[in-house]
């Protein structure tokens, strides 16, 4: 092999080698740019497990706020009916208030005049009541007055016999029959009225049993409390 061929052939294997060179780098670079794809991937891919997680949160937190919006959209439906409800109570209960003050109003008038009926019954039963109370005070007096004139009587009938003569006791019994002293008692008694009574020794059995016993008792008149 002349120098010629030989310088030939050493450009040759410089130019391959240089070609070589080149072509590593250029693998290198390819290599360096994958590395970098895979991971601009593996990010994407990260980025796109967030975004789906993200998503699936917003789609509950959406349905959350339909329900929480339906909810007081009900809420807000049934105030509303209350609302209505009231307003209506309230106007009934208005209209009826307006026919009261209506009728207190036509009322009044008719409460001043049974005022005014009431105060002359109450003075007519002031004045009944004193006039009854008179009454009954000047019939009490007409009644003390005819027991003391009973008592004056009886007591003028016993001092005739004084100061020299007697009393006979039956006319003195017949006058304080008359004047209401002492009074027969009706029925007749059967028996005796106890260990001291006056009539046991002036009638027998047969006049207990037949009923033929004239018993006089004592009346109030006698027997009232001493003045």
Same mark, same amino acid.
Request: charge should be negative.
């Given at each position: 092999?002349?120098?010629?061929?030989?310088?030939?052939?050493?450009? /040759?294997?410089?130019?391959?080698?240089?070609?070589?060179?080149?072509?590593?780098?250029?693998?290198? @670079?390819?290599?360096?740019?994958?590395?970098?794809?895979?991971?601009?991937?593996?990010?994407?891919?990260?980025?796109?497990?967030?975004?789906?997680?993200?998503?699936?949160?917003?789609?509950?937190?959406?349905?959350?706020?339909?329900?929480?919006?339906?909810?007081?959209?009900?809420?807000?439906? @049934?105030?509303?009916?209350?609302?209505?409800? %009231?307003?209506?109570?309230?106007?009934?209960?208005?209209?009826?208030?307006?026919?009261?003050?209506?009728?207190? @109003?036509?009322?009044?008038?008719?409460?001043?005049?049974?005022?005014?009926?009431?105060?002359? $019954?109450?003075?007519?039963? %002031? =004045?009944?009541?004193? /006039?009854?109370?008179?009454?009954?005070?000047?019939?009490?007096?007409?009644?003390?007055?005819?027991? @003391?004139?009973?008592?004056?009587?009886?007591?003028?009938?016993?001092?005739?016999?004084? !100061?020299?003569?007697?009393?006979?006791?039956?006319?003195?019994?017949?006058?304080?029959?008359?004047?209401?002293?002492?009074?027969?008692?009706? !029925?007749? !008694?059967? $028996? !005796?009225?106890?260990?001291?009574?006056?009539?046991?020794?002036? /009638?027998?059995?047969?006049?207990? =049993?037949?009923?033929?016993?004239?018993? /006089?008792?004592?009346?109030?008149?006698?027997?009232?409390?001493?003045?």
């Amino acid at each position: 092999m002349n120098d010629s061929q030989r310088t030939h052939v050493i450009r /040759y294997e410089t130019g391959v080698q240089a070609e070589y060179m080149q072509a590593q780098r250029e693998i290198e @670079r390819l290599n360096a740019e994958n590395s970098l794809l895979s991971g601009t991937l593996e990010s994407r891919d990260r980025n796109i497990e967030m975004l789906v997680e993200e998503n699936k949160r917003m789609i509950v937190e959406r349905d959350t706020l339909k329900y929480q919006i339906l909810e007081q959209e009900v809420e807000f439906k @049934r105030l509303v009916d209350v609302c209505h409800d %009231k307003k209506v109570s309230l106007a009934v209960e208005l209209d009826a208030l307006k026919f009261d003050n209506t009728a207190l @109003r036509e009322g009044v008038p008719k409460l001043g005049a049974n005022f005014v009926a009431v105060a002359a $019954e109450r003075d007519g039963l %002031k =004045a009944g009541t004193h /006039y009854l109370a008179v009454g009954n005070a000047m019939a009490a007096l007409d009644a003390t007055r005819t027991e @003391r004139d009973a008592l004056r009587s009886f007591a003028q009938f016993v001092m005739e016999s004084w !100061p020299d003569g007697d009393i006979d006791g039956g006319e003195l019994q017949d006058k304080a029959v008359e004047l209401g002293l002492l009074k027969l008692e009706d !029925p007749a !008694p059967t $028996e !005796p009225c106890g260990e001291g009574c006056s009539c046991a020794e002036y /009638y027998s059995d047969e006049d207990w =049993a037949k009923s033929e016993v004239q018993c /006089y008792r004592k009346t109030e008149l006698l027997m009232g409390e001493n003045i």
